[in-house]
């Protein structure tokens, strides 16, 4: 892991910017993680994804609050936010159980569960896949190898009622992209037309 930034964290907010609901401007975010402390926030897209400094004077889980409070504050939205140190994000990356599914970054997806799911909710997750679906569960991570997309996926729609948390996912395109941009120091300022980040000035 090496050239990971240790100071620096990735912020998922879920459901943003998803059909009609909970539509945000990328520049609002950027307000928004400014007022929770946590100015100079870059975004990754238009779908709730940051990476912000670290701050001293928080947990993560803390800097989730206060991240969510701000976002409905600015936005009126109310979302879910999980708040991840980079090396946490890099080692769920270096972990990968389904190394040969990379080729296809947009087959492989990663959950970021609220807790650890029970063998139960596993074994409900496991009846209802596809054919071709794979997937492994690692603590509070849930990599779902879908090489048929998870539009309609009934394993994809069923993480959180089975497994009883709340999950936000990303796919291995914007994981990757993440952790990369974690490691930047330039944090280079780029239109969202040409999957770019966007850091606030």
Do not use: C
């Not at 990476?51 to 939205?77: F, K, L, Q, Y």
């Not at 009846?127 to 048929?148: C, I, K, M, N, Q």
């Amino acid at each position: 892991m090496a050239g990971v930034a240790s100071d620096r964290w990735v912020v998922l907010l879920r459901g943003l910017n998803v059909g009609r609901a909970n539509r945000v401007a990328m520049a609002d975010l950027r307000d928004a993680l400014a007022v929770a402390g946590f100015p100079g926030a870059r975004t990754y897209l238009q779908s709730g994804n940051a990476v912000v400094d670290a701050s001293t004077a928080m947990p993560p889980d803390d800097a989730a609050t206060r991240i969510a409070e701000a976002v409905a504050a600015r936005t009126g939205s109310h979302v879910v936010v999980r708040v991840l140190e980079a090396a946490a994000l890099q080692h769920a990356i270096d972990n990968d159980p389904f190394p040969t599914a990379e080729e296809r970054p947009t087959s492989l997806h990663l959950f970021f569960l609220s807790g650890s799911p029970s063998d139960d909710g596993l074994r409900r997750l496991a009846e209802v896949a596809a054919p071709t679906e794979a997937f492994a569960s690692r603590g509070e991570l849930l990599y779902l190898h879908a090489p048929d997309g998870i539009g309609r996926s009934k394993l994809a729609a069923s993480v959180e009622r089975f497994l009883g948390v709340t999950a936000t996912a990303r796919n291995w395109r914007t994981v990757t992209r993440l952790s990369a941009l974690a490691t930047d120091d330039a944090g280079p300022h780029r239109d969202h037309a040409n999957g770019a980040f966007n850091r606030a000035r």
